[in-house]
């Protein structure tokens, strides 16, 4: 089993910037890409980005490109998810997701059966 453990989430403004980390342990050795997803209210869950251990491809959603960067720390089995110029539109509940498909050199997924495990999330609300 894998958990996943989600921090960094909280209140604020648009404009701001806010670093959310998520933290895996258990049998993460399989682990090939992490990824983020978020729920807004009365919404679907939707992709937000996602990299691969291996080769570090990453693969982003067109409403975060140019403001949020995905990154890893291997050695810690940490994933970040840094946001820039957040607006309202960006207020969900965010979820990391560990993904056990083999990349290879491509880009990892953005569906969610892709990803195996999953963490409880954490509640970003941007205000205006």
């Known amino acids: 089993q894998v958990q996943l453990v989600e921090s960094g989430g909280g209140l604020v403004q648009a404009g701001g910037s806010l670093r959310l980390s998520c933290a895996a342990s258990?049998?993460?050795?399989?682990?090939?890409?992490k990824g983020w997803f978020r729920q807004a209210p009365g919404k679907e869950r939707e992709f937000v980005a996602a990299v691969t251990w291996s080769y570090g491809r990453t693969n982003y959603a067109d409403s975060v490109k140019g403001r949020f960067t995905i990154s890893g720390d291997n050695a810690k089995n940490t994933v970040y998810l840094q946001m820039n110029s957040r607006s309202t539109e960006d207020t969900a509940v965010y979820y990391c997701a560990a993904a056990y498909t083999d990349y290879g050199r491509g880009r990892p997924g953005s569906e969610e059966y892709e990803y195996d495990y999953w963490g409880q999330g954490t509640q970003v609300t941007v205000s205006s």
């Open positions: 258990g049998r993460t050795s399989r682990e090939y890409a």
